[in-house]
Nanobody, 114 residues
Framework: QEQLVESGGGLVQPGGSLRLSCATS????????MGWYRQAPGKERELVAY???????TYGDPVKGRCTISRDNAKSTVYLQINNLRTEDTAVYYC????????WGQGTQVTVSS
């Protein structure tokens, strides 16, 4: 069974940092581009970052310069480090496998608040 499981979300103060993880199983991880999207209440889902199988990286405009995506093929896991968090970063963060069909995780809540 193909599966993506996010972890690492939580409550953090403005200016803080978080590292999100997405553990995958059921498919050959290193063959796929992987990404992170987020969705805030009342807003559309937006790209945070993605990393290709060849480790080419693209960042979405809202997090550019504050975010690092990485992958560990040996662990079949993709990571997202977000620094200098802002209240507007509050959202559910979703891991996604890109391919002929998108495979989504269940999401992890990130709340930035003082």
């Amino acid at each position: 069974q193909e599966q993506l499981v996010e972890s690492g979300g939580g409550l953090v103060q403005p200016g803080g940092s978080l590292r999100l993880s997405c553990a995958t199983s059921g498919f050959i991880f290193d063959r796929y581009a992987m990404g992170w999207y987020r969705q805030a209440p009342g807003k559309e889902r937006e790209l945070v970052a993605y990393i290709s199988a060849g480790r080419v990286i693209t960042y979405g405009d809202p997090v550019k310069g504050r975010c690092t995506i990485s992958r560990d093929n040996a662990k079949s896991t993709v990571y997202l480090q977000i620094n200098n968090l802002r209240t507007e970063d509050t959202a559910v963060y979703y891991c996604v496998r890109r391919g002929t069909e998108l495979l989504w995780g269940q999401g992890t809540q990130v709340t930035v608040s003082s």
